[in-house]
């Protein structure tokens, strides 16, 4: 069966500081990775996506980048943190031609910017 | 603009009743897929149900149901003999063409004893 893991699952990071989130899916090849950004009281957001190695979509301008060094590996980076950085990160993997498009995710990253 | 509006942002039901949660969305498309998602305290995404907008019978998972109108762009999700673990924000969403997931805010759910 197929696994997502994210971490770390909590992490504090001062303003200006670089960031490094890694998710890693088991048990499918070729996956679409997704990283989405939930604010308190609100919905997901989509940041970026990646149909294949080395190829990443951004879906929102921001302080933000994403890498997928290997097939199953999404990484989501920043050189310097902004407060408004803060918030619940998720990582997500779906099969494209999959019947029914539907989206997995991983139990989450949050992150506090002080 | 696709939009996903969940319009209770907060319900409660007392264990082992029935709970519709509302959805509606916009867009222009006429093939697309809907899903709602639950999101317990433990803050994982979890799958509850799917169903394909072409077709008309409405998705049954169990507990968990939904009504589709598609002409009023309508997805609710009905959960019947509510349980103490059914307590959890719901998202509703959809997905057209692209790769991208359209989110509503969601429903805070209780279910009290």
């Known amino acids: 069966s197929q696994t997502i893991h994210q971490w770390p699952a909590t992490l504090v990071q001062p303003v200006g500081s670089p960031l490094s989130l890694e998710c890693t899916v088991e048990?499918?090849?070729?996956?679409?990775l997704y990283w989405y950004r939930q604010a308190a009281g609100r919905g997901l957001q989509l940041l970026f996506y990646?149909?294949?190695?080395?190829?990443i979509s951004s879906e929102v301008p921001q302080n933000l980048s994403a890498s997928r060094p290997q097939d199953r590996q999404f990484i989501l980076s920043s050189k310097k943190l902004l407060l408004s950085d803060s918030g619940f990160y998720l990582c997500?993997?779906?099969?494209?031609?999959?019947?029914?498009?539907?989206?997995?995710f991983g139990p989450g990253t949050r992150l506090t910017v002080t | 603009a696709q939009t996903v509006t969940q319009s209770q942002p907060e319900m409660s039901v007392q264990e082992a009743e029935t709970v519709t949660l509302s959805c509606t969305y916009d867009?222009?498309?006429?093939?697309?897929?809907l899903f709602w998602y639950k999101q317990p305290p433990s803050r994982q995404m979890i799958l509850v149900i799917r169903?394909?907008?072409?077709?008309?019978q409405n998705a049954t998972e169990n507990r968990f149901s939904v009504n589709f109108q598609k002409a009023a762009k309508s997805f609710s999700l009905k959960i019947s003999d509510s349980q103490l673990g059914d307590t959890a924000m719901y998202f509703c969403?959809?997905?057209?063409?692209?790769?991208?997931?359209?989110f509503g805010k969601g429903t805070s759910l209780l279910v009290t004893p």
């Open positions: 048990g499918t090849s070729n996956p679409n």
């Open positions: 169903q394909e907008a072409y077709k008309q």
């Open positions: 997500a993997w779906s099969v494209e031609g999959g019947l029914f498009y539907e989206q997995y």
């Open positions: 969403a959809f997905r057209i063409s692209g790769y991208a997931l359209n």
């Open positions: 990646s149909v294949g190695i080395g190829q």
């Open positions: 867009t222009s498309e006429n093939n697309y897929y």
